[in-house]
């Protein structure tokens, strides 16, 4: 069992930036994959980036060149980097790692509100 808490979100007014991070409670060297996913409201869950073992990320169309994906293995964290946010990146978060490919956990979602 994984345990994940996610923590960095808040209010922000569009243009500016939020790093999110997602604690794990166990060594994340070893997991498949780690990513974010995130709910707006009235939306299904979507994928918004993972990163691989070898630490190659991977975005949506929707946040390639503003987000960022990495990992610290020294802290067992992930972190979302989210620079010039726009209305529409107003949703809860969440982080979703992989030890393995069969077993996945998920973090419990912290939300961001991009407002003026």
């Known amino acids: 069992q994984v345990q994940l808490v996610e923590s960095g979100g808040g209010l922000v007014q569009p243009g500016g930036s939020l790093r999110l991070s997602c604690a794990a409670s166990g060594s994340i060297f070893s997991f498949n994959a780690m990513g974010w996913y995130r709910q707006a409201p009235g939306k299904q869950r979507e994928w918004v980036g993972s990163?691989?073992?070898?630490?190659?990320?991977d975005y949506a169309d929707s946040v390639k060149g503003r987000f960022s994906i990495s990992r610290d293995g020294a802290k067992n964290t992930l972190y979302l980097q989210m620079n010039s946010l726009k209305f529409e990146d107003t949703a809860v978060y969440y982080c979703r790692v992989w030890p393995t490919k069969a077993t996945s956990y998920w973090g419990q979602g912290t939300k961001v509100t991009v407002s003026s």
């Open positions: 990163i691989n073992s070898d630490d190659n990320p």
